[in-house]
């Protein structure tokens, strides 16, 4: 889908660029994921009193459950959200490098440009801040925002997107969880794939492996 002739005309009508963060604008070889998810295990440890291989157990559970393992912990033991994600996010950004194709290729893009994260928006910062690419986004959403609602509940696009004022109609959403394009397909929104390998789905109209590429490739008109 990439080098698609079309591609700029499938995305004319776009006003709005809606990015995931964590594994979408950065390669998932650079596994700050992984600093994140061993700090989810061991607030998990601490918070339940449970041991790695319970608390591990727990997180899939709320991840397939919830969308995440802070919207398990908040519904099934009411944990205050803040204090968690604080310490889940306090990792090193130390081997992250920034992209100037990146970069250049979202600053290029005609209209508004956001981010919206399961994550913190201050975490998002500090992302993009590793990636040099401060400063070319409009608003930055953090699951804050959606009222602690994570991606894929709809609640949390109902939040975000009206609190942005978007229209869905004229927006693209770019996703690695191909579970987080379902809600946006349905309200309208082209819908992209950011992975290695696509995901099966009606609700995935594109995929890219090299998304500074299709973002040229959008533009090449």
């Given at each position: 889908m990439t080098d698609a002739p079309?591609?700029?005309?499938?995305?004319?009508?776009v006003e709005t660029w809606v990015f995931d963060l964590d594994n979408t604008l950065y390669p998932p070889q650079m596994a700050l994921f992984d600093q994140i998810e061993k700090r989810m295990t061991n607030y998990v440890m601490r918070a339940l009193g449970v041991d790695r291989p319970e608390a591990d157990r727990l997180r899939s559970h709320y991840w397939q459950l919830y969308g995440t393992t802070l919207a398990g912990l908040m519904h099934e033991h009411d944990l205050d959200p803040e204090p968690y994600l604080v310490d889940v996010h306090d990792i090193s950004f130390a081997h992250m490098t920034p992209d100037p194709d990146l970069a250049a290729a979202i600053r290029a893009l005609p209209g508004r440009k956001i981010v919206f994260t399961n994550g913190s928006a201050p975490y998002a910062d500090k992302v993009l801040a590793a990636r040099g690419l401060t400063g070319l986004f409009e608003a930055i959403y953090g699951v804050e925002h959606a009222d602690y609602h994570p991606k894929p509940q709809p609640a949390a696009f109902a939040r975000v997107?009206?609190?942005?004022?978007?229209?869905?109609?004229?927006?693209?959403?770019?996703?690695?969880?191909?579970?987080?394009?379902?809600?946006?397909?349905?309200?309208?929104?082209?819908?992209?794939?950011?992975?290695?390998?696509?995901?099966?789905?009606?609700?995935?109209?594109h995929h890219t492996a090299d998304l500074p590429r299709f973002l040229q490739a959008i533009r090449n008109r």
């Open positions: 079309d591609l700029p005309a499938r995305f004319a009508h997107f009206g609190r942005d004022g978007l229209t869905p109609g004229r927006a693209a959403m770019f996703e690695d969880d191909p579970r987080n394009l379902k809600v946006p397909h349905d309200l309208g929104m082209a819908t992209v794939h950011v992975a290695p390998e696509r995901a099966p789905g009606a609700h995935i109209q």
